[in-house]
């Protein structure tokens, strides 16, 4: 099994249907495979081989997902680079990885460390790509037998809000089997047309989904709900997927309305938790509930919350596909909260430097996610926060979460960040840093009195530290160190 196998497939079903659209310009399934074994073929004049590492550093387009399959035509290990990335945290990434060779933008060149290489245009007209190799070959004939074995298709990063991110690794059965899983919640054909808003996650599950299944993925900037108001119509978009910045953009754009979006069968929020006042306010505006889903690197697209129940709102759903969810217990005074623990196909294969094998972590086939979650009698899940998260305050587990929420229904609050401080009488007590919307004035007191005034004493913020913007990780996660 190789991954590179979707996109040829899809060439010959499915070759003179649009495949991706970008910028304007509509790319068929055709060009793309032509594409992808024209940049292979270039990879490998330019010295590249079977079992490289190829860093990917290139920004949400068509290129983006071109390279990974020419990574995997050759039989190489894609290794995505987040472009938000500075040139030191590049570097440190490829210490660590061992990157031997890079395709990359070229509006990523400040980035990157190598020097000569090759520019490479896929198409007449766009942006060209530069590969480059790097210097030393980095991984050792043990490290490269050991990828060898699992057959590696890909390493990518955990999110790390709490650490340092760990290196993934997955094969090609683990994302073919991902994939697969994620092919009914919700369902994809050759007939949809789904609006893709990520730009910092081009390729994962969803866009190997669409190639499997013949769909047209519409490629769109994040920020820009004006463009988005003409695409829904120019192109019949029926999925959506987006962020909670973008639904949040979308719900104040005069021309984006309920009968806009009346043939779009799902909107749905992937990146991070979707903050209840703006999942209130799209639901008043167009009468929709946002699909908010929950899935982790290690295990793929876990469960998905598809109901328009307004009191499933916030809930992360039910498993997808064939994984299995149970909880564990947890040191928390609520009995009913436990650690998230999940069991499927398409499990990644390896923690990567140092290596540890899914066999050695995972126990009896469960993963431990380090979210604290708790499950109500419909059997949805609700993940209410993360174990390393907890603030102890007098004997008291407090969720940040919680009063992050509370913060973030002031009208004035835009994000909010809480975390533990010590303090000699309750041993932690909750801050928080705050980050206010254009407009909306606000003092400490008056925030502090509004949430205070909704919660336990035991959550009571003691003090709130207003910035203009809070550390997150390139998933858009709030860094939590």
Not at 319 to 347: F, H, N, S, W
Request: proline letters at 4%; charged letters at 25%; glycine letters at 8%.
């Amino acid at each position: 099994m190789n991954m590179y196998s979707i996109l040829r497939d899809a060439a010959e079903q499915w070759g003179d249907s649009v495949a991706v659209v970008h910028n304007g310009r509509a790319f068929t399934y055709a060009q793309l495979g032509a594409a992808a074994d024209s940049l292979a073929s270039e990879l490998t004049r330019s010295g590249v081989c079977a079992g490289d590492k190829v860093g990917l550093m290139i920004p949400s387009s068509p290129e983006a997902i071109v390279a990974s399959f020419a990574v995997w035509r050759i039989g190489g290990i894609a290794v995505s680079i987040p472009t938000a990335l500075k040139a030191d945290e590049v570097r440190r990434l490829e210490e660590t990885v061992g990157v031997d060779a890079f395709c990359y933008a070229v509006s990523s060149r400040p980035s990157i460390g190598v020097a000569d290489g090759v520019d490479w245009a896929l198409w007449e007209g766009r942006t060209p790509l530069r590969l480059s190799l790097t210097t030393v070959r980095r991984a050792s004939s043990g490290e490269r037998r050991r990828l060898r074995e699992i057959d590696a298709a890909a390493i990518y990063f955990s999110s790390g809000t709490t650490a340092d991110a760990k290196g993934v690794v997955l094969s090609h059965q683990s994302l073919c089997d991902r994939t697969k899983n994620v092919s009914q919640s919700p369902p994809v054909d050759h007939t949809d047309s789904l609006l893709w808003l990520h730009s910092t996650a081009t390729v994962g599950v969803r866009v190997y989904l669409c190639l499997m299944r013949g769909a047209k993925l519409v490629l769109a900037d994040v920020l820009d709900a004006e463009a988005v108001a003409g695409m829904l119509a120019e192109h019949g978009i029926t999925q959506v997927y987006g962020t909670p910045l973008f639904y949040r953009a979308m719900v104040a754009h005069d021309q984006i309305t309920a009968k806009t979006v009346s043939g779009i069968s799902r909107f749905t929020n992937w990146s991070t938790s979707m903050p209840t006042e703006t999942a209130e306010r799209f639901h008043a505006r167009f009468g929709r509930e946002i699909v908010q889903g929950y899935g982790l690197r290690e295990c793929g697209q876990v469960s998905s919350n598809g109901s328009e129940d307004s009191t499933k709102r916030g809930s992360v759903g039910v498993p997808c596909g064939k994984y299995q969810i149970r909880l564990a217990p947890a040191d928390v005074a609520d009995r009913e909260t436990g650690e998230l623990l999940v069991r499927g196909p398409g499990m990644f294969d390896a923690y990567y430097r140092p290596w540890r094998l899914r066999e050695e972590v995972l126990k009896d086939g469960w993963f431990r996610t380090g979210d604290l979650a708790r499950r109500d009698s419909d059997g949805y899940y609700w993940i209410v926060g993360r174990i390393k998260d907890v603030i102890n305050v007098g004997g008291v587990k407090v969720f940040p979460r919680e009063i992050e929420e509370a913060l973030a229904s002031h009208p004035a609050v835009e994000e909010a960040h809480v975390y533990r401080v010590a303090e000699p009488r309750f041993g932690e007590v909750p801050h928080a840093k705050v980050k206010l919307r254009e407009g909306y004035p606000c003092d400490e007191r008056e925030l502090m009195r509004y949430v205070n005034d909704r919660l336990s004493v035991f959550k009571s913020i003691r003090r709130v530290e207003f910035v203009d913007a809070l550390p997150k990780t390139v998933t858009g996660k709030l860094k939590r160190h």
